[in-house]
């Protein structure tokens, strides 16, 4: 299974599969996840995964490209 290394790659790789062209990601920094208690995150984070939130909609994938984090305000 792909994993996306940067914000740049899982964008291009959403674009490519048809989502709008101002699609765009941020990473997920362990700040970010420490603030938000996001835990099986931050153990992520430490262990080496990468978590990509959809700037969008808030919604967090994993490096896979899996959606992890409906954001439900």
């Known amino acids: 299974m792909k994993k996306f290394?940067?914000?740049?790659?899982?964008?291009?790789?959403f674009i490519n599969d048809g989502w709008k062209e101002?699609?765009?990601?941020s990473e997920v920094c362990l700040e970010e996840a420490k603030e938000k208690g996001y835990d099986y995150?931050?153990?992520g984070i430490k262990n080496g995964e990468k978590f990509f939130k959809m700037?969008?909609?808030?919604?967090?994938?994993?490096?896979?490209?899996?959606?992890v984090l409906f954001n439900i305000p």
């Open 5 to 13: 290394r940067n914000a740049e790659e899982i964008t291009e790789f």
């Open 22 to 25: 101002n699609t765009s990601f």
């Open 41 to 43: 995150m931050i153990r």
């Open 55 to 67: 700037n969008v909609s808030g919604n967090i994938f994993n490096e896979n490209g899996r959606l």
